[in-house]
C-alpha cells in the first residue's frame, strides 16, 4: 500500500557528491519523520540523517557538515545531498518514512536500498 522508491545511488569518486531521494506514494495522509540509515557490509544499521515534518535535522557525526537533508512535504520525498565524499561513506543506504496508520500508531517503512560506492 505504501512504498518508498529510491534514486540516485552509484559510483563515484571521492570527493565528488551524490544526491539521493526517496518517493513515498501510496495512500497516504501525512508523514511525520523521514530519513536515511546506512549499512556498510559486517556493520550494524546506523541512522545517518532525519528530518521531522517542521524541518527540525539531525546527524550522524560522521556526516556533519558533508550531507544535507531535506523534504518536500507536498511531493512526499526526501533527499540527501552527500557532498565530500569519502570511501568509508561506502553503504547501502535506505530510505525511512514514519507514517501514521490509525490516530495511536505509527508504521515504519521501509526503502529496498541503495548502494552508495566511493572510490579512493
Known amino acids: 500500500q505504501v512504498q518508498l522508491v529510491e534514486s540516485g545511488g552509484g559510483l563515484v569518486q571521492a570527493g565528488g557528491s551524490l544526491r539521493l531521494s526517496c518517493a513515498a506514494s501510496?495512500?497516504?495522509?501525512?508523514?511525520?519523520?523521514m530519513g536515511w540509515y546506512r549499512q556498510a557490509p559486517g556493520k550494524q544499521r546506523d541512522l545517518v540523517a532525519s528530518?521531522?515534518?517542521?524541518?527540525?535535522?539531525t546527524y550522524a557525526d560522521s556526516v556533519k557538515g558533508r550531507f544535507t537533508i531535506s523534504r518536500d512535504n507536498a511531493k512526499n520525498t526526501v533527499y540527501l545531498q552527500m557532498n565530500s565524499l569519502k570511501p568509508e561513506d561506502t553503504a547501502v543506504y535506505y530510505c525511512?518514512?514514519?507514517?501514521?496508520?490509525?490516530?495511536?500508531?505509527?508504521?515504519?517503512?521501509w526503502g529496498q536500498g541503495t548502494q552508495v560506492t566511493v572510490s579512493s
Open positions: 525511512n518514512a514514519v507514517i501514521p496508520t490509525t490516530l495511536w500508531r505509527m508504521s515504519d517503512y
Open positions: 528530518i521531522t515534518r517542521g524541518g527540525e535535522t
Open positions: 501510496g495512500i497516504i495522509f501525512s508523514i511525520n519523520a
